[in-house]
Nanobody, 116 residues
Framework: QVRLVESGGGLVQLGGSLKLSCAAS????????MSWYRQAPGQERELVAD???????NYADSVKVRFIISSDKAENTVYLQMNSLKPEDTAVYYC??????????WGRGTQVTVSS
């Protein structure tokens, strides 16, 4: 079992920044990818960014350049630095851990609200 706890969400003004954290615990030795997803009201959950154990990263087109995903293996924590935030970035942000193709775990999410 893997436990994921997100933190760092909140209310920020247009153009502001936030840094989300996802702390992982449990049987994490075989995790090979950590991801951030988001879900806005009435929308489907979408991939924001992910990072593999080798450090390879991938971003949704809508957040490229503005968001940076990183990991601290010693702390078992993944971060999402979000800059130049827009109202359309408003969503609940979820952390996901994946092992292989079929195993994955989710955190409970953290709310990010961007006011204009």
């Amino acid at each position: 079992q893997v436990r994921l706890v997100e933190s760092g969400g909140g209310l920020v003004q247009l153009g502001g920044s936030l840094k989300l954290s996802c702390a992982a615990s449990g049987f994490i030795a075989n995790i090979d990818r950590m991801s951030w997803y988001r879900q806005a009201p009435g929308q489907e959950r979408e991939l924001v960014a992910d990072i593999t154990t080798s450090g390879a990263t991938n971003y949704a087109d809508s957040v490229k350049v503005r968001f940076i995903i990183s990991s601290d293996k010693a702390e078992n924590t993944v971060y999402l630095q979000m800059n130049s935030l827009k109202p359309e970035d408003t969503a609940v942000y979820y952390c996901n851990a994946a092992q292989g193709r079929y195993l994955n775990w989710w955190g409970r999410g953290t709310q990010v609200t961007v006011s204009s």
